[in-house]
C-alpha cells in the first residue's frame, strides 16, 4: 500500500496468513513472500505518514479449516489527515488462497474505502484513489489456505462469513 501527496510518499508491505502444511498449522500475520522484514508499528506508520491507525488486528477466521489450518490475514483501518492519494498492489482478492489434500480455501483479502459521509467504496486489488482528511482505508489480508481434511480431533470453528 502507498501514499503519496506533497512532501510525503511511502510503501508499506502489507502481511496475511501463510497456508498450512502437512504436519503444521499456518502462521497468522507474516510476510509470506518476502524474507528479512517486519511489519512496521503502527506508531511509526503514524509517525511517518499523514495518518491514523484506528485498527491493527487479525483477521480472526480468515484462515482455512482443515486438519492443520491456515494462518488468519490482519484487519487493518488508515484515516487519513489530509489529502492523499492511496495506491494499492495487493493480491488474493478475486481468487482465495487454495487448500490443499481436502483443506478449506482461506478468505480472500478485500480494500475497502469508507468516506467521511459513511459511503463505503469498494477497491479493486490494484488501483490509485484521491482520498481526503476523515477518510478511511479498510484493508482486509488474506488467510492462509487449510491442509487436510478437517476430522472430530481438529475441527476448528471458523467466521463462515469471513468477508
Request: glycine share 18%; with cysteine; aromatic share 6%.
Amino acid at each position: 500500500v502507498a501514499t503519496q501527496s506533497s512532501g510525503s510518499s511511502g510503501i508499506n508491505a502489507e502481511y496475511g496468513g501463510a497456508g498450512a502444511g502437512p504436519h503444521w498449522n499456518g502462521r497468522s500475520g507474516v510476510h509470506t513472500h518476502m524474507t528479512n522484514t517486519r511489519i512496521t508499528d503502527p506508531e511509526i506508520i503514524e509517525q511517518r505518514y499523514p495518518v491514523l491507525v484506528d485498527q491493527f488486528t487479525l483477521r480472526a477466521g480468515s484462515g482455512g479449516a482443515g486438519h492443520y489450518t491456515g494462518g488468519d490475514g490482519l484487519l487493518r483501518k488508515l484515516r487519513f489527515r489530509r489529502p492523499l492519494t492511496l495506491c494499492c498492489l495487493t493480491e488474493r482478492r478475486s481468487t482465495a488462497p487454495y487448500g490443499m489434500e481436502g483443506g478449506k480455501d482461506g478468505a480472500k483479502g478485500r480494500n475497502l474505502l469508507r468516506k467521511k459521509d459513511g459511503q463505503i467504496i469498494g477497491l479493486g486489488a490494484k488501483c490509485a484513489v484521491k482520498v481526503n482528511p476523515g477518510d478511511v482505508f479498510i484493508l482486509k489480508t488474506p488467510g492462509g489456505g487449510g491442509w487436510g481434511c478437517p476430522d472430530n480431533g481438529h475441527v476448528v470453528s471458523r467466521d463462515m462469513s469471513r468477508d
